[in-house]
């Protein structure tokens, strides 16, 4: 949310605005803000959608914690989006490249000691942030999944301690497929 999107031609704003259309019709960016808070966090202390770890169960997760403030909850965007200049996956290629990467994740959930299943998931986390497959939410879905996938893979991450000051950071660095910062968050978390 603090970072807004580069986004190009968006059907998903209001006319005119940058801001996105939404359930309660809010047209105030702010009180957008503070209502998806609300609701995203409500949603969080939810059981999350338990499914396969596969790209449907990522998209399940979205639309689990995102089906009150948006329609298109748990659905592919159809626009390009960048932040911070950083282009991510077109459109076009969004599903593909989801069930591809989703293919990669056997191997962080049979790792039998913590260094391989960090290693791992940061490698997944960076490339789940450069499809960045939602119009808005990424974040928020990542971390909601990646706490599941640690649950599930006997490697449970705290996300409750993410510092953003470094988390951020770290997965801007991921982008350019440099992950020792981000491996680093990610052990810090380890419970
Ligand atoms: N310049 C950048 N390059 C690549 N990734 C970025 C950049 N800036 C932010 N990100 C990542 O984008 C994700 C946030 O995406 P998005 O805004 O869709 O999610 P959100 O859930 O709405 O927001 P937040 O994660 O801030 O709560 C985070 O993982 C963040 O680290």
Same mark, same amino acid.
């Given at each position: 949310?603090?970072?807004?999107?580069?986004?190009?031609? *968006?059907?998903?704003? /209001?006319?005119?605005?940058?801001?996105?259309?939404?359930?309660?019709?809010?047209?105030?960016?702010?009180?957008?803000?503070?209502?998806?808070?609300?609701?995203?966090?409500?949603?969080?202390?939810?059981?999350?959608?338990?499914?396969?770890? *596969?790209?449907? $169960?990522?998209?399940?997760?979205? $639309?689990?914690?995102?089906? *009150?403030? /948006?329609?298109?909850?748990?659905?592919?965007?159809?626009?390009?989006?960048?932040?911070?200049?950083?282009?991510?996956?077109?459109?076009?290629?969004? *599903?593909?490249?989801?069930?591809?990467?989703?293919?990669?994740?056997?191997?962080?959930?049979?790792?039998?000691?913590?260094?391989?299943?960090?290693?791992?998931?940061?490698?997944?986390?960076?490339?789940?942030?450069?499809?960045?497959?939602?119009?808005?939410?990424?974040?928020?879905?990542?971390?909601?999944?990646?706490?599941?996938?640690?649950?599930?893979?006997?490697?449970?991450?705290?996300?409750?301690?993410?510092?953003?000051?470094?988390?951020?950071?770290?997965?801007?660095?991921?982008?350019?497929?440099?992950?020792?910062?981000?491996?680093?968050?990610?052990?810090?978390?380890?419970?």
């Amino acid at each position: 949310m603090a970072v807004g999107y580069d986004a190009f031609d *968006d059907p998903y704003s /209001y006319k005119g605005t940058t801001t996105l259309k939404n359930k309660l019709g809010l047209r105030d960016a702010s009180l957008l803000e503070a209502f998806e808070l609300e609701m995203t966090a409500l949603r969080a202390r939810e059981p999350l959608p338990r499914g396969k770890f *596969d790209a449907a $169960h990522y998209r399940r997760t979205h $639309h689990h914690l995102f089906q *009150d403030v /948006y329609s298109w909850a748990g659905k592919y965007r159809t626009v390009r989006t960048a932040k911070g200049g950083n282009p991510f996956c077109y459109p076009e290629y969004i *599903d593909s490249e989801m069930t591809k990467l989703f293919a990669t994740l056997p191997a962080a959930m049979s790792a039998t000691d913590s260094e391989h299943f960090i290693s791992e998931a940061a490698q997944f986390l960076g490339e789940l942030n450069a499809i960045h497959p939602f119009r808005e939410g990424n974040g928020r879905s990542q971390l909601a999944f990646m706490a599941m996938l640690g649950d599930e893979s006997g490697f449970p991450l705290d996300f409750s301690r993410v510092k953003r000051r470094t988390f951020m950071p770290a997965m801007i660095a991921s982008y350019a497929r440099e992950l020792i910062l981000l491996r680093a968050e990610l052990r810090s978390l380890l419970r």
